[in-house]
């Protein structure tokens, strides 16, 4: 099948460029392009050409040729021949017109589109600047702060926003086939090339002062600059001149650290979801919700389910404590609302989806039931209890424990089949990762309907074996256990902070832990404290934190000291004093870190833990450890996960780091096989 087809009617021609799914410009489609520039302009009785797409308009380039040398026809040579045709072109669009398809529309002499259009430059995503003149002509279509705001962020923006810009000469609400023969008919003369245009006057110092904005959002990531430097190209020099200059930048950054860690995570997201368990099954339908527990979590849970369509009826202790889980619900709705992420027959719509109530005979016709209660394992298996008396003996039952074995929260509950856990993260009703837990006894069934569940929340599932704490708390587990040696050893709380902040992650340990609660940790090992190896070494100075209230943010201190209302951290030598005083009775001998040396340490027994998990099946792969981190505890996006750096540092580094870190805390650590 040609990807691309040239269709002569009655002076106007069609080119149609259908390539499933998403019309990327890969080389067969550029090929075709091509092909039908040279076919239209061969043809003496085609005065116009309408450019038009199948399911979608071109929602980007090929990522899958970033890796590997380009080939001709390189995808800018193909839109420069396109602009410099005698021919009157018209981009009729529909669906995403992203990266490479924005830039093949900007080539067009007119552009009309559908009001759902979406469109945008992504390429930043990818650790990229545009690459066949897309930083050059949009300021030249738009102006130039929406460049730079397109550019650097990689947000869509949808057709009317567009229009208003100037970027469509038109909106289609009918049919788009009809609208685009009316207008062909109606257009006059082609206005001037947009690679010609002039750009609108700006201030002297609208660069430099972007700068600092651009950096504060980039959060360490290096493309957001390389964007706003090319758009900066396209107010200095004529079109011939920056379209090489990007073009050359875009090959350059393709090979670079950034951009290889963007694309694996970019190849990750579509892979986590498809796990090899799944192979052979399939989901059910569901459309009722309950969820036990009216809290923060479980209300969140409850709003990110009304909001993919979901009915939801939250069930509590009292009808006190359900009326408040409603209202909290209620509040979570008119916050989307407010901040215009749905409308208001959205909100309307959501409202009337939401009941809450005490009796669980409510629950008798439910699809999915997910415990939120508190982290107790009695109180779990109460509610499960009460679920199985209740519910279809098929209907799935789901816990949302962050490290309890949900072995032992079904205990006694009958077909063990239907049992999954399902681990959402805080707040649940923004948050992209969704932990699916596999007991031995899952179905395939039921966990195929548990990923399914996650997509239509429009979350990133990722599959989980049973261990304490599952994938991510486990490694987390492990995270905190050598921020907290090195604290004892000779770093400070913000030495740490900082120092991962520098590394990309949105906010060090122990700012963490202030900003979540020290008792949630505190209780936890409490709760391991029977089990814990007596070899291991302990670092018990959040223990003395707590003993003595400071709990975090909500309490006033922590790690850090908090002044009223305010939730800025601020050093506190109250603490310093405690980590000293304890040393000294240990007879530890202090000592500097650099920046380096923390960061390294933290990432080697995060790789460590990773390869552990994977070594004892936990995790079926790597990838799925590198989406739980980026997307349920912050690990920056543009290093492509714990894992993938690993890889990328290589097993040497990882393991001569490791045996510092042995040597630092001996007896402390399990290694595994990958860096023995």
């Not at 090929?62 to 602009?83: A, K, R, T, W």
């Not at 601020?570 to 603490?575: E, T």
Request: with cysteine; net charge negative.
């Amino acid at each position: 099948m040609n990807p691309v087809s040239y269709r002569p009617e009655a002076g106007i021609a069609w080119i149609t460029i259908d390539y499933p799914p998403v019309n990327a410009m890969s080389l067969a489609v550029r090929d075709g392009l091509l092909k039908a520039v040279r076919a239209a302009e061969a043809d003496n009785h085609t005065r116009g050409i309408i450019l038009c797409a199948g399911r979608t308009f071109v929602a980007g380039g090929d990522i899958s040729e970033f890796g590997h040398p380009p080939q001709e026809p390189h995808l800018p040579d193909v839109y420069n021949v396109l602009e410099a045709s005698q021919i009157t072109w018209l981009a009729a669009m529909h669906g995403t017109v992203l990266g490479g398809g924005l830039e093949l529309a900007m080539a067009c002499d007119f552009r009309i589109a559908d009001p759902n259009t979406r469109f945008g430059l992504p390429e930043v995503s990818l650790g990229l600047v545009p690459g066949a003149g897309g930083t050059q002509r949009i300021p030249r279509l738009v102006g130039v702060e929406l460049a730079v705001d397109l550019t650097t962020s990689g947000r869509m923006i949808k057709a009317p926003e567009f229009l208003q810009a100037g970027g469509l000469d038109r909106l289609v609400e009918g049919d788009l086939a009809t609208a685009a023969i009316e207008f062909m008919n109606t257009a006059g003369d082609a206005p001037q090339r947009v690679s010609e245009r002039q750009i609108a006057p700006i201030s002297d110092d609208y660069f430099t002062s972007q700068k600092p904005k651009v950096v504060k959002a980039a959060k360490g990531a290096a493309a957001p600059l390389h964007n706003l430097d090319a758009v900066q190209w396209a107010t200095q020099t004529p079109f011939n001149e920056g379209q090489p200059r990007e073009r050359a930048l875009h090959l350059q950054l393709r090979d670079s650290e950034q951009s290889v860690a963007l694309r694996h995570a970019f190849f990750a997201e579509r892979a986590v979801s498809k796990p090899k368990i799944l192979t052979g099954s399939n989901a059910r339908d569901f459309s009722h919700i309950t969820i036990v527990g009216g809290g923060l979590m479980g209300t969140g849970i409850a709003a990110a389910c009304l909001n993919a369509g979901l009915q939801v009826h939250i069930l509590e202790v009292d009808d006190a404590a359900a009326s408040a889980a409603q209202q909290r619900t209620g509040k979570l709705l008119e916050g989307a609302l407010q901040r215009g992420k749905i409308s208001q027959q959205q909100f309307d719509e959501q409202g009337a989806g939401l009941t809450s109530g005490t009796d669980y005979r409510a629950a008798a016709k439910t699809d999915i039931a997910i415990e939120a209660v508190v982290e107790d394992l009695q109180v779990k298996r109460k509610v499960f209890q009460s679920l199985a008396q209740h519910m279809s003996s098929e209907a799935i039952i789901a816990t949302n424990t962050s490290y309890i074995n949900p072995l032992e929260i079904s205990e006694g509950v009958s077909n063990p089949s239907r049992i999954v856990g399902l681990h959402f993260f805080s707040p649940a009703h923004i948050m992209k990762l969704l932990e699916i837990i596999n007991t031995p006894d899952t179905s395939g069934e039921v966990l195929a309907t548990a990923f399914a569940f996650a997509k239509k929340l429009r979350k990133i599932g990722a599959l989980s074996g049973i261990c304490d704490g599952f994938i991510g708390n486990r490694m987390l587990a492990a995270y905190r256990r050598q921020s907290d040696y090195l604290l004892a050893d000779g770093a400070t709380p913000q030495q740490i902070d900082s120092a991962i902040r520098d590394f990309g992650l949105p906010m060090g340990p122990y700012e963490l832990q202030d900003l979540t609660g020290l008792q949630i940790g505190w209780a936890n090992r409490k709760r391991l404290a029977p089990t814990r190896d007596p070899a291991q070494r302990y670092i018990p100075i959040a223990d003395k934190l707590c003993e003595q209230g400071r709990f975090g943010q909500r309490s006033g201190s922590g790690w850090y000291r908090y002044e009223s209302g305010s939730r800025t951290p601020i050093a506190d030598p109250a603490v310093d004093e405690i980590i000293t005083q304890w040393a000294d009775r240990q007879g530890t001998q202090r000592r500097e870190f650099s920046a380096q040396q923390i960061q390294q340490s933290l990432l080697a027994v995060l790789a460590n833990e990773g390869a552990c998990i994977l070594q004892e099946g936990i995790a079926e792969r790597a990838l799925d450890i590198d989406m739980v981190k980026i997307h349920g505890y912050g690990y920056p996006r543009w290093r492509g996960g714990p894992m993938h750096t690993a890889e990328q540092l290589g097993v040497d580094v990882i393991k001569a780091t490791l045996a510092e870190v042995t040597a630092q805390s001996p007896d402390s650590w399990t290694i595994a096989e990958i860096y023995q």
